[in-house]
């Protein structure tokens, strides 16, 4: 079966590494070249041996010694001799290497539209049975040149860096893989977003005043932060809320991410900063954490302490998408619980309320009513209007 699979390759002229690729799949170990190789060898001895079916000419290179030899090789037909073009694309990706710091890559082909119709019709002819692509091929074979150039590792997860080899321009890019840190956050003061707000409204955010010696120290070129759920802008995050910030492009990676973490200032405390991975992201994305919060609340007019006492009726809550919101967010109605509620009197017209509650819930709206679009509330329970004066988150209940 192989033999006769390989005969038939061999109607048309292929390198060793094109006819073993087609053989890839068998045997660990061995290069498609050896691959290659080693059936020629046999299918030399068979024409040799006087099999009529064998041209000489589909083993040139093998002296035979009972017919006459063909010296000279034809350029493949699969690959066009791009094999041993190998070394000046792992060239060209070193002289990229040294734009940048990093340690583990990865190649990438893009193949001419001529070897990808030359595979084709070659795998149309003879099946695709244990072959491999030919980009598959020069992908390992660069990386391992590339390696011995550049003494970094060859890496299929998650590397730092992709090189890209563009088989029609005859050119080499280079791709930075983004640079993740984790981290978790506190938000001192009011009036910061989170993430940068593209209107230029808010001078700052949390992202932005976290991102800078992160940014300084990794050269990169842009930044995103990924936090597990958001405050609102006006309220502050005394609990410490998990993060990822994400560096693109950066050209260092070797940094001290706990001392740097110390360098952010103003209103934002950072703790348990390491490097992370795209794969933290979207683990904090989905995380669904339960938030206990503390606000102040004003009341148009006088509560007593016990009427406070009747707040622990809240427990499971209707909530239209709040007005604020209603711009960004779709109409919906969600059921979110309160886990647990305290309030304390500070006089009657005001008292502090501890709230603990499901991912989701909307504080502000909890305490308001939302013009009777969250129910039950804390003012339809008492039957004042109350309003949320002062927000801060807590904890986060990270589970
Ligand atoms: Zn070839």
Not at 13 to 22: A, E, M, T
Not at 144 to 168: C, H, M, N, R, Y
Not at 244 to 250: F, K, R, T, Y
Request: charged share 30%; proline share 4%.
């Amino acid at each position: 079966m192989i033999i006769e699979k390989a005969l038939k390759i061999l109607k048309q002229p292929v390198c060793d590494n094109c006819l073993g690729r087609q053989f890839s799949q068998l045997l660990s170990g061995f290069t498609n070249a050896e691959r290659g190789r080693a059936i020629r060898m046999v299918v030399a001895m068979a024409a040799d041996a006087g099999d009529a079916s064998i041209d000489a000419s589909s083993v040139p290179g093998f002296k035979l010694r009972n017919k006459p030899s063909v010296s000279e090789c034809p350029e493949c037909s699969v690959c066009f001799g791009i094999f041993n073009e190998l070394g000046k694309y792992a060239k060209k990706a070193a002289a990229q290497a040294k734009k940048t710091e990093f340690s583990t890559f990865l190649v990438g082909t893009r193949p001419s539209s001529e070897l990808a119709a030359a595979e084709d019709a070659l795998w149309e002819r003879v099946g695709i049975d244990h072959c491999e692509p030919l980009k598959a091929e020069i992908n390992r074979e660069v990386g391992k040149l590339i390696e011995k150039q550049i003494g970094k590792k060859f890496s299929a997860k998650q590397p730092d860096v992709v090189f890209l080899i563009d088989l029609t321009a005859k050119a080499v890019g280079m791709e930075i893989n983004p640079f993740f840190i984790y981290g978790e956050y506190q938000k001192l003061k009011r009036g910061i977003p989170q993430t940068r707000w593209p209107s230029g409204k808010y001078k700052t955010s949390v992202e932005q005043i976290t991102a800078k010696p992160f940014m300084r120290a990794t050269g990169g070129s842009g930044h995103k932060f990924h936090g597990a759920g958001r405050e609102d802008i006006d309220a502050r995050c005394l609990a410490w809320r998990p993060f990822v910030l994400e560096i693109l492009d950066p050209k260092k990676r070797d940094i001290d991410a706990a001392a740097l973490a110390k360098k952010v200032g103003a209103g934002v405390k950072i703790r348990n900063a390491r490097l992370s991975d795209i794969a933290e992201v979207r683990k904090l994305k989905e995380a669904r954490l339960d938030k206990t919060y503390r606000a102040l609340v004003k009341c148009s007019a006088p509560v007593s302490r016990k009427d406070l006492a009747k707040l622990s009726a809240l427990k499971q809550i209707g909530q239209q998408t709040p007005r604020r919101v209603l711009h960004r967010r779709s109409d919906l109605m969600r059921r979110r619980s309160v886990k647990g509620i305290k309030a304390k009197y500070i006089n009657a017209k005001s008292f502090e309320l501890t709230v603990k509650g499901e991912s989701g819930l909307y504080i502000k709206e909890l305490i308001s009513g939302d013009e009777g679009r969250t129910t039950p509330s804390v003012s339809a329970i008492l039957g004042v209007q109350c309003v949320c004066k002062e927000l801060d988150v807590i904890e986060v209940h990270v589970k």
